[in-house]
Structures are given as C-alpha cells and as structure tokens.
C-alpha cells in the first residue's frame, strides 16, 4: 500500500490528500482537477515528528534508569534524516519445475532450473545423470508482478541502527518538503549517496529465486526526511554516549552511539532536490478539463482530440494514429497501445521483420515472402490491466499478427477508454519482455535466443485500437481477444 502525500489545494487551501506517486488528483472540497508536476526528478518530503522534546528526553531517562553509574541528559536535538525512496513496477517471467512424476520413491527430490536444466538451456555441457538423479521435472513459466517500495539510508550514519523506515501507510504521510518551515523544527541532515548508486539495491528483485528475465517500470526516486531525536548523554565513566530516538514511534534504536554520529547528521552542503508542484489539469490547446486518472501519464482531451504528456512541469503534445473500425455497432471504444520498430540479435541470429519473427514464433499460417517487407513491430498495451495474463497475450497476439493500419481520424467527441498508464520511456524497456512472450516455451533454441538476445527498439509510436464492448468485456477488432472489463483498473 503507498503512502500518502497531505498538503492543500491551490485553488481553495483546503487539504488535499493523494498518493504517493499520483500523477492526478481532485479536490475533494472544491472539485478542482490539478495535475501533479516533477516526475522524473527526485522530489523531497518530510514526515512530522509526533514526539515532541519532552517526549524523547523521558523515554531516554526510562533507559537510563536500568542502568549503573550516573548518567545525565545534557541536550537533544530533532534531525531530519534523509532516505532514499525507491519505488516502480517489477515485471518479470519466472519459472518453476513441478514433479509429474506421481511414483516417486521417499527421498525424490528436483533440481532446481538454476542446476542442470538452465545449463542445458543456455547451451553449457549438461552434467551426466548419476543413479540417483531424478526423471526432469515439468517447467512452469509465468509472468508475474509486484510492487517496489524500499527506503535506504542516503547517508553514511550507521550508527543511527536503521536500516530502512520499514514503511508503514496506515501510520506515515508524507508532507512536502519545505526547507524554511523544516529548518524552524529541526536541523536538516545531509544527502551523501549519489541516488544512481543505490539504484541496483533499491530496485532490486523482492523475490529473485526462478526469474529469468525482468524490467521495472514506473520508477520513481524520491527524499523522505525522517525525524529523528539525538539526545547527548553525560556520565557513565566513559565521556558520555548518544541515544537515539525515533522521532515518530519514541522507540530508541540505539542508546550507545558515539558522539562521532553528530559529525555524520550535520548539514554541510544544501540539499539540491526540490518539491511537488501542481498545475491545473486542462488541455493547453483549448482549455478543457483532462480526465483525473491518478496514475496515467498521457491524457486525452474530449475537446480537441490531441494527446498530453506530462514532461516535468509542463505538457507536450505526443502524436498518435488511430486503426479505423471495421463495424458500426454502438459500444465501440478506442484503447492505446505502444508499437516499437524493433531488431533483435542473438548468437549471430537477427530478427528484423515479420518472416523472421514467424519462424522464432510461429503463428496461425505460414510466412509469406512479402512478410520480409513488414519491419518487425512489438505491441504493448499502454493502457493498466492487473492481469499480466491478459497483458501477455495481447502483447503477443497483436505482435505476431503484425497488423497493418491506414491511419483514419478519431471519430469527434470520441476519447479513448483509457489513458496511457506506460510511459514511452518504460514501454521501450518493456521489448525484452514482449520477445520472451512470443517463443514457445518447449524450445530450447527459441528460449535460449530470448534470454540472449539484444533488442534495439528503433522508435515508438502511440496507436489508437478500437474495441467492441459488451456487458462483460471488450474485444479488439484486430485479433479478435476478448479483455475481460474486470481486468480493467479504473482510476
């Protein structure tokens, strides 16, 4: 569960609460629409402390009551101590090996696909099955996803004893971060790890056991100053101590650090990053209300048609094509979808228009010769689905088919279904992922050449896809699969 972001609405004060990530938000006092503005950069927040001075001097006094010698509190002061915030979308293929084998002797057990068989897959010389080696078991492969959330110290202050803030939404919201007003609470702590270094740790796998391939997208790099008490301790017979105290729940994390840790908490150099901004949510060119979808990153506008893409604190215009409708029944609806011109190398092997993608992935018919005049296309649905099921096979079922479109014009007063969720960013980091869709999973040539290929995404383009919607799903009118309206995440 994200965090949330409080702060107040630039149109009537009131407070206005979202979250963390939101690229969307309403009013919910005064009904106005605004677009939150700084993705791409790293943004700074700050989250209150809920202990006040007295509140962490007596929690240090209970310690220091269990405790011989003589021990006095001389002065604590509140630190806003900065973390890094990673947080983004891990899409991955996995794998699995299930025993099929339903007479198995006590004591059977399987090699994992990291021992003999990924050596077999990636071409090693296979290791020789000994008698106790057990008949191979049944791959399982599956596309699956979750959520990124982790904190990192953005400083070196070990001494502190946390390691992460161990995020807690029910608990935590985020303020923007406002330099003056922290400064008046607090001294403000300063960053020493540069962000891309901590990139690989922050985004690193939750669960890394069976993946073969993966992306994260919707990456977002945040400052979150967290409050922390440091209370100076006299006494004790060894020039006195350090308690620290978490300036949110009280705990102490450490009540015998060495003073040295004042050395790592005080500010020398201002912290570059800035904060939130919001802007109205309206069409540049002619001023209509864009839709509030908290988390697309490119609108559509009702009035005029043209397409809008958040880039910092401003909206570019992104073009797009739209495949004309092959029937006239009512219900129809447009949904975006990414189409990258792409080429992909694997051992000397290239694959670079629709004949050569036929025999990697072998479709409904045969390759035709004129399938080599057809560059070779990835689609990816830009729109949210939470089934990555569905996902996959759209994906794979448009890319194998390769369709080819004549633009025609979206019929006025039309707006898509949805709004783009993937960015043009993400969706080309997406492209390893759609090639491992479309191999058959039995083959271990095919397989191999997808974990080993290089894919060059030549450009992207947005197209427009129209689908007939009935009660409970829709259906694309280029291959025929139905999108279940339930997969669909509204908002």
């Known amino acids: 569960m994200p965090l949330s972001v409080a702060t107040t609405c630039p149109s009537c004060g009131g407070s206005l609460e979202f979250t963390h990530g939101s690229v969307a938000v309403r009013c919910g006092f005064c009904g106005s629409s605004h677009l939150v503005t700084g993705h791409g950069r790293i943004l700074?927040?700050?989250i209150p402390e809920r202990i006040d001075l007295q509140g962490a001097v007596e929690r240090v006094q209970a310690r220091l009551e269990s405790r011989e010698g003589i021990w006095q509190i001389r002065e604590a002061t509140l630190f806003f101590v900065p973390f890094y915030h990673f947080t983004g979308q891990d899409l991955y293929w996995r794998v699995e090996e299930e025993d099929t084998n339903n007479d198995k002797e006590p004591g059977f057990w399987t090699k994992p696909l990291s021992g003999l068989e990924l050596k077999d897959l990636w071409g090693y010389p296979g290791e020789t099955p000994g008698q106790d080696t057990p008949r191979l078991a049944e791959k399982r492969f599956e596309m699956a996803s979750r959520h990124i959330d982790r904190t990192l110290p953005a400083l070196d202050a070990t001494e502190l004893r946390v390691s992460s803030l161990g995020?807690?939404?029910?608990?935590?919201?985020?303020?923007l971060f406002q330099k003056e007003a922290v400064a008046k609470r607090g001294q403000i702590s300063p960053v020493q790890a540069a962000g891309e270094d901590l990139e690989p740790q922050g985004y690193a796998p939750v669960r890394p056991e069976g993946i073969i391939a993966r992306e994260v997208i919707g990456k977002t790099r945040s400052i979150i100053h967290f409050p922390f008490w440091i209370v100076e301790v006299a006494g004790g017979g060894n020039g006195g101590v350090?308690?620290?105290v978490d300036g949110v729940s009280g705990d102490i994390t450490n009540d015998a650090a060495s003073p040295g840790l004042l050395d790592?908490?005080?500010?020398r150099d201002g912290n570059p990053f800035e904060t939130v901004g919001m802007r109205p949510l309206k069409c540049p060119d002619c001023g209509v209300d864009l839709p509030v979808r908290t988390l697309d990153v490119i609108f559509f506008c009702a009035g005029c048609g043209k397409a809008w893409q958040i880039q910092d604190t401003e909206m570019q215009q992104v073009p797009y094509s739209c495949i004309p409708r092959r029937g006239t029944a009512d219900g129809?609806?447009?949904?975006p979808f990414w189409v990258m011109e792409a080429r992909m190398v694997s051992n000397g092997r290239e694959i670079g228009n629709k004949f050569e993608l036929t025999q990697l992935a072998p479709g409904l018919r045969v390759p035709r010769e004129a399938d080599r005049q057809i560059p070779l296309r990835l689609f990816v649905p830009a729109f949210r689905i939470d089934n990555l099921n569905i996902l996959s096979r759209l994906a794979g079922n448009f890319t194998r088919t390769q369709p080819i479109w004549e633009d025609g014009p979206l019929p006025r007063g039309t707006v898509p279904a949805r709004g783009c969720f993937i960015s043009p960013q993400d969706v080309r980091e997406l492209a390893p992922l759609v090639l491992f869709t479309l191999v058959p999973k039995g083959n271990k040539k095919a397989l191999k050449f997808a974990l080993e290929a290089q894919v060059e995404v030549k450009g992207t383009e947005l197209v427009l896809v129209p689908f007939a919607r009935s009660a409970m799903d829709y259906t694309d009118e280029v291959t025929g699969q139905s999108l279940p309206i339930a997969a669909l995440r509204e908002g």
């Not at 129809?332 to 949904?335: K, V």
């Open 264 to 267: 790592s908490l005080v500010a």
């Open 44 to 46: 700074s927040y700050v």
């Open 332 to 335: 129809g609806e447009y949904f």
């Open 242 to 244: 350090i308690a620290v």
């Open 167 to 175: 995020l807690r939404p029910e608990v935590l919201k985020l303020s």
